[in-house]
């Protein structure tokens, strides 16, 4: 289990308003170059973290291994914390479709769509939070579809004991480095795993490295993965070849098919500052891309007043 002894933070970005500093963002962040050799190290690369959603890929590796077979579509929403929107909601109902499911199959927490206008749409039309429009109803119409390719129950497919959950644990441990992995229970209800920081680098830089489904499909569907105009579609849509994903808890990972990746994490959770700081780890490996373009406007009666920037 991981400890409780904080680990080494260092600032990694601050927020300006009106000319001045209001916050610091403090946390770690990794960079590794193309051989694999940490080249970026800003606290402590080998704390543990849960990467949340950035474990997406990882288990969407595991469960192709396991006889699952999406479309590429249907391979980057398993991978995806989408926004909830018709053209998400469909590609999760033609995944359920496919297996012989059906959404009250889902076992993922209801919720609105993050997307603020489909939430209206949802509320408008009488509706509410509902499995489906969560952000996770990808991965687990994923889960639910491996399942019925293996032969396996769905009453209980989150159930850490279950055969799925203990092969995606056992391909988490491959590509993280890991021995044991540590396992507990994500916001959607499936588990949930820890790893060092410098873990979840190298598992992206191995999955970016292969090229192989994930990878592909997450590069050549960036809106599916997240959704339009929101910072990992635009990260991906700016940097060819980037495979990128956020996680909850300000959790930020991405790497390019050279071998080159990086995972940060904002001690506090917040999420304001993870596009910004993982887009200067990037550059610091030599990514051509501009950290600016993805810093968080502040607002002042609705209008920008300050901006989020990092300590370089």
Not at 285 to 306: K, M, Q, S
Request: a negative charge; glycine letters at 12%.
């Amino acid at each position: 289990m991981p400890g409780l002894t904080p680990p080494q933070l260092a600032p990694l970005a601050y927020t300006t308003r009106s000319g001045t500093v209001e916050s610091v963002h403090f946390g770690a962040a990794v960079g590794l170059a193309a051989d694999g050799s940490i080249t970026v190290a800003l606290g402590d690369p080998h704390a543990d973290v849960y990467p949340r959603s950035s474990n997406k890929p990882l288990q969407a590796d595991a469960m192709l291994r396991l006889g699952w077979a999406p479309d590429a579509p249907q391979l980057a929403l398993a991978c995806a914390s989408h926004a909830g929107t018709p053209v998400h909601l469909t590609v999760v109902e033609a995944m359920l479709t496919r297996a012989g499911l059906a959404v009250g199959d889902l076992g993922n927490t209801p919720a609105l769509p993050l997307d603020e206008a489909a939430g209206h749409d949802v509320l408008r039309s009488g509706g509410g939070p509902a499995a489906l429009f969560q952000n996770c109803s990808g991965k687990h119409a994923a889960m639910l579809a491996t399942c019925i390719a293996q032969g396996w129950p769905i009453d209980d497919y989150l159930a850490e004991a279950h055969p799925l959950q203990v092969a995606i644990t056992e391909r988490y441990a491959e590509l993280t480095g890991q021995e044991d992995v540590y396992v507990g229970v994500d916001g959607c209800g499936a588990p949930t795993h820890a790893t060092p920081l410098v873990g979840l680098a190298q598992a992206y830089a191995v999955l970016a490295a292969e090229q192989g489904p994930v990878y592909a499909a997450m590069t050549s569907h960036p809106e599916l993965v997240d959704g339009a105009g929101r910072t990992c579609t635009r990260l991906m849509q700016a940097v060819p070849g980037l495979m990128a994903k956020p996680g909850a808890e300000g959790v930020f990972a991405a790497a390019l098919p050279d071998g080159r990746a990086a995972a940060i994490k904002i001690a506090d959770g917040g999420s304001r500052a993870t596009g910004v700081v993982l887009a200067t780890v990037l550059r610091a490996l030599g990514v051509d891309v501009d950290p600016a373009a993805f810093a968080d406007p502040i607002l002042g009666h609705g209008r920008p007043v300050g901006t989020v920037a990092t300590f370089e």
